[in-house]
């Protein structure tokens, strides 16, 4: 048999490498305040960019959804204020991301306000994007009794206000609290708080089909004994989505009890008439987060949230190293979590840039220039960018280069490469290995 | 750049059958960037050969050269050329001709098909884009290759074969080129172009008009 | 310009034209072209024949011509690009001239992917358009593509086909401009079920004045079944067969689809008469020219009116 | 007489290596079976499993982290295309295409590891004995 060996030479070293501590948080809502006040807490300089006038987010016109007493509005007020207050942040409103190059410990962004380009350069990003709410509601063939739960708010808060809108209130009206899956808190404990409304506030029979009545926040438990107590109907829905159908007088929902069904009999089939029936929101990825993912490189799942469900990557992490996400724009609704995500990032961005030292093994993975056929393989390969084409003065590609800092040694580039100008130099298995091994 | 294939291992083994000492010869260009003759590609030609080969004593060895279209390039290979019975040829058609040419008492075979001039719609796609026919029209069809990307290489607007921007020849894999020229050129504002009647093609300056050259007497030697 | 085929004097004359349809034999039994033929015979103007359509190998476009000459049937040459280079067809055109053929209807030609040898290697060295203007240049200047004289110009009646219904539709009239400008005399349709969108392009083509510069004859296929007609809509590019029509063919019933295809055809050529700008109809009875006469007589077309050339 | 077929496993280290577990793991290896780490189971090349069929494996495994899970986001993937294609490649030169599979599994799944690895030495078991009778026969003969 013949053998071709593979040149290996050892030679990898650490290396200090500064990194830039200032770090960009993109997005101005909840996450991105909360992040950007932790990290100066660490003693880092935070640029802060809103595509908005101010910051704030989308809970401030959601905080109704959240709010069982307006507390997130809040929390949200007082972080906007100890940010105007701080120093070290510096806070661009109607200002977007346009372009990024370079990698961690020295990006450069592009940041387009107010029609200038500004440049600017930083260690770290952090994406906290947040997420919107489509007012699309799933087709029921029947719009005008269809409505979703922030028109319910709409409405509710009329009904306050004037004694005559009450006796217009529907007298049956059905709440469905189910995304696909998505158990929140915020969307349960935002039913319950609405249904208990339309009770105290007209004399409508209101039933909630939850997924889960989720309890676990504080007040939780006692809004759902109240919710019981005034008479407010909850179904809990289990293998079956709600089937909608319109009858003569206004709309029929089906949905399967199974709490409520007889062992090897009835199957927990339930019919509610009503003549209101309040649907939920899909929440999505807002357009902006979505090209920030092109221009940021990140992947995303296959609903387009921010950063996939990966065990090995910590929930802040991206396929980038240097790039954070918190809060909404990973599809997180409830307060509680984002506000543990944006520490959890203002940590992790401080393990990176702590210092403004970073030690880097170099050399571990090693382009053959001579053999570089500058064919971007690699440079396409690469799931952490850490590949770049050098360019000599005059502005022609040379070869492919690893960036050590970004790299994470996963060989992907060396087994792509299709001229063989890739070694992986430590931690690589030999051809003689795979011999002994037989 | 030139696009290329790796042909089925049944006909390469048909060609290697009576010989022994085998040189597996990876080019460094075109068929490099398109993955089919590399000296990636050129190592699992012969790691293959050999599992195909295990039981006939055979010996396989690799190199790989710059470019194997240039003759200088093969030159540092004649020793291993002759020590050798035959060689298999990972470059395109020019390579495995440039060789052959070098090495006239060798047998040298290809072990690619070579398709087209093209470029990679994404990695590891390729397709067809110039035709090569030696008098370009893209500044009239919106910077579109008809004679390349149309399957009837028409000149004067789409057949009736053109459907949701289509091709009907394979609606799944290909576009329909006249689609693209109109939508470019519209967007462009130079529709009016199209009404203009392309003459039949001079094809003399193509592969129909017997063995081209290209001569630029200023750099001869 | 003195009329060279009795399909011009009635276009000319300002009369509703009919054609038929023939498609070759895949043999040499010259009895399936006299069979077919019998048909067609005093039902319409003129047939066309065509030229190993779908890239199926036929008996020549030019030879049975010649034999439909000798039963006494005016033909319509079909000449496709796809495989004759420029040389083969000026010289097709001169030997078609020569056995006494005066109509041709100049085709880019389908691709020989959807024949029984799609191995083939293709030619289109010309296009449709550049086809119609080498007839023309033949006829009108007695000289060939390259520029060289011809010792006795065919004089040919031109044609041309039209596809209203592909892609993309705006650019569809402006081909057909193209085509007229090109030396198109006459222009025969793809298929049409689709009245609304024939009616449109109809309508564009009048904006451009070609009803004027050229005679379009409309496309009619009678539809044998409701499985025809969801295999034209689905698989033929440039047909489409609106739902409501395929629904039409499923109600008539068992045994009644046939019937009602034929009624369809005899309404959209009814419509065409009406419709103006439109010359003519062009009836390709695939494998059911023994229908023609039917159709014919049902649209109230017989009979043809005998034109001395 | 018959033997064990010859089996190398690639394995991440991030899944395949932690189920295959240590030397001092209470469930050991079967000896037929030769563990080779990789950083990712994305650096395993299509020649390095040719390779090993060259050094005279009877079957490879590749052992990377399930679909979505992979440290380097798109690895498992990648390596899965090559696997497919060295699976093709053998079919061609008329060997079977099972000789050769990528196989998802997590650090814990210990069982499912040695499992997988049981069900491919059965796949070549059968191939390799008919193989080796008609060795020297035939050149191809191998299933």
């Given at each position: ?353 702590r210092h403004g030292k970073r030690l880097v093994p170099v050399g571990r993975v090693a382009v053959d220039a001579s053999k570089c056929a500058v064919c971007l393989t690699c440079l396409r390969s690469c799931p952490h960018d850490a590949i770049e084409i050098l360019v000599d003065d005059k502005g022609h590609n040379k070869a492919a280069r690893i960036i050590d800092i970004a790299c994470e040694a996963c060989g992907i580039c060396v087994a792509q490469c299709p001229a063989n100008a890739i070694q992986m130099l430590a931690d690589q298995f030999r051809d003689q290995d795979v011999a002994v091994s037989v | 750049m030139i696009v290329a294939e790796r042909k089925p291992i049944a006909e390469i083994r048909q060609m290697l059958e009576s010989h022994r000492k085998i040189l ?198 | ?74 033909p319509v040459m079909q000449m496709v690009c796809r495989d004759r280079n420029r040389i083969a067809i000026q010289s097709d055109i001169l030997g078609a001239h020569g056995l006494g053929i005066r109509n041709i209807l100049c085709l880019t030609g389908d691709h020989q992917h959807f024949g029984n040898h799609p191995q083939a290697k293709n030619v289109f060295d010309l296009d449709s358009i550049q086809l119609i203007q080498t007839v023309k240049t033949m006829r009108n200047e007695g000289k060939f593509v390259s520029g060289d004289d011809i010792e006795g110009a065919p004089n040919m009646f031109i044609g041309a086909a039209a596809s209203p219904f592909s892609d993309p539709f705006e650019f569809r009239v402006r081909r057909l401009a193209k085509k007229v400008a090109a030396?198109?005399q006459f222009i025969q349709t793809q298929c049409v079920y689709d009245l609304d969108k024939f009616r449109k392009w109809m309508e564009m083509a009048r904006d451009l004045g070609l009803h004027e510069k050229t005679h379009i004859m409309a496309g009619i296929t009678p539809l044998k079944s409701v499985g025809m007609a969801r295999y034209m809509k689905n698989n033929v590019a440039g047909v489409d067969v609106p739902d409501a029509l395929i629904q039409r063919l499923r109600s008539a019933g068992k045994g009644k689809a046939a019937e009602e295809g034929i009624a369809i055809a005899i309404e959209t050529i009814q419509e065409m008469k009406e419709m103006e700008g439109v010359h003519g109809a062009h009836i390709m009875a695939i494998e059911w020219e023994e229908k023609v ?17 | ?143």
């Open positions: 048999m013949n053998h071709y060996s593979k040149t290996v030479n050892s030679g990898v070293r650490l290396e200090r490498i500064s990194v830039n501590k200032r770090v960009l948080v993109v997005g101005g809502g909840m996450a991105g305040l909360e992040t950007a006040l932790k990290l100066t807490r660490l003693g880092y300089e935070v640029t802060l960019l809103e595509t908005a006038e101010s910051p704030g987010g989308s809970i401030l016109s959601l905080s109704s959804l959240y709010g069982l007493s307006g507390e997130s509005d809040l929390l949200v007020q007082s972080r906007i204020e100890a940010i105007k207050q701080n120093p070290a942040v510096r806070v661009l409103t109607g200002a977007r991301l346009v372009g990024v190059t370079g990698t961690v410990g020295d990006f450069r962004v592009e940041i387009e306000q107010a029609g200038q380009t500004i440049e600017n350069r930083c260690g770290a990003i952090v994406v906290a994007t947040g997420l919107e709410f489509g007012e699309e509601l799933p087709g029921t063939g029947s719009p005008e009794k269809t409505i979703s739960h922030k028109e319910l708010e709409r409405r509710l808060v009329d009904l306050q206000q004037s004694e005559t809108n009450r006796s217009r209130m529907p007298s049956n009206i059905c709440l469905i609290v189910e995304d696909e899956g998505v158990d929140s808190a915020m969307f349960s404990a935002s039913a319950l708080k609405n249904a208990l409304a339309i009770k105290r506030l007209s004399k409508s029979s209101v039933f909630v089909c939850c997924d889960n009545v989720n309890v676990a926040g504080s007040g939780l438990e006692e809004l759902y004994r109240e919710a019981r107590s005034e008479g407010v109907v909850i179904f809990r829905l289990e293998d079956m989505r709600p089937q909608v159908r319109e009858t003569r007088t206004g709309l029929a929902v089906t949905v399967k009890d199974s709490s409520a069904a007889a062992p090897g009999g009835w199957q927990g089939l339930i019919e509610i008439e009503c003549d209101l029936l309040v649907l939920p929101e899909r929440a999505t990825v807002p357009a902006d987060g979505v090209s920030l993912q092109h221009l940021l490189n990140v992947s995303c799942d296959s609903d387009g949230w921010f950063q996939e469900n990966n065990v090995w990557a910590k929930p802040v992490e991206s396929n980038r190293r240097g790039i954070f996400f918190a809060g909404g724009c990973r599809g997180n609704f409830d307060v509680e979590d984002i506000l543990a995500e944006a520490k959890g990032a203002a940590l992790e961005v401080h393990n990176l840039l | 597996v010869v990876g080019c460094g260009a075109c068929v490099t960037v398109c993955m089919a003759g590399g000296e990636r590609e050129a190592e699992l030609m012969a790691a293959t050969l050999d599992l195909v080969f295990r039981n006939d004593s055979k010996c396989f060895s690799v190199d790989c050269v710059e470019r194997q279209c240039e003759p200088e390039f093969l030159d540092p290979l004649t020793g291993k050329v002759n020590a050798n019975d035959c060689v298999l040829s990972m470059a395109c058609g020019v390579g495995v001709q440039t060789m052959a040419a070098q090495f006239p008492h060798v047998p040298i075979y290809p072990g690619l098909n070579t398709h087209f001039m093209g470029r990679p719609l994404e990695q590891g796609l390729w397709s067809e884009t110039c035709a090569g026919c030696g008098n370009c029209i893209l500044y009239k069809t919106g910077g579109i290759c008809p004679i390349a990307r149309c399957s009837k290489s028409l000149l004067n607007g789409p057949c009736g074969g053109s459907v949701n921007g289509r091709c009907e020849v394979d609606p799944d894999n290909i576009e329909c080129a006249w689609q693209l020229i109109y939508d470019r050129m519209k967007e462009a504002g130079t529709l009016d172009l199209l009404d203009e009647i392309m003459p039949p093609k001079d094809w003399s300056d193509s592969a129909h008009g017997g063995v081209r050259r290209v001569v630029r007497e200023d750099v001869m030697l | 310009m003195k009329a060279v085929s009795r399909l011009q004097q009635i276009l000319d004359d300002g009369g509703f034209a009919v054609t038929g349809e023939l498609g070759p034999p895949k043999g040499c039994d010259v009895e399936v072209v006299r069979c077919k033929a019998e048909h067609l015979k005093g039902m319409v103007d003129a047939v066309n024949v065509t030229d190993n359509q779908t890239a199926v190998v036929r008996m020549s476009s030019i030879a049975t011509c010649a034999i439909l000459l000798n039963l006494g049937i005016e030396g198109a006469p039917g159709i014919v007589e049902r649209a109230g077309l017989l009979p043809r009116e005998s034109v001395k050339n | 007489m018959r033997r064990e077929p010859r089996i190398v496993a690639f394995c991440c280290e991030h899944s395949g290596k932690l189920a295959a577990g240590d030397e001092s793991s209470s469930a050991a290896l079967p000896d037929n079976v030769g563990i080779i780490s990789v950083p990712c189971s994305g650096s395993v090349q299509t020649i390095d499993i040719l390779g090993a069929f060259r050094a005279g494996a009877d079957g490879v495994a590749v052992f990377g982290c399930h679909e979505g899970s992979c440290k380097h986001v798109t690895g498992n993937k990648m390596v899965k295309k090559r696997v497919e294609y060295v699976a093709r490649t053998l079919e061609e030169i008329g060997w079977n295409r099972e000789r050769v599979a990528f196989f998802p599994v997590a650090a814990v799944e210990s069982k499912v590891f040695r499992d997988r690895l049981a069900e491919l030495s059965e796949n070549v078991r059968d191939r390799i004995h008919g193989y080796e009778k008609c060795l020297g026969k035939q050149s191809e003969s191998a299933p």
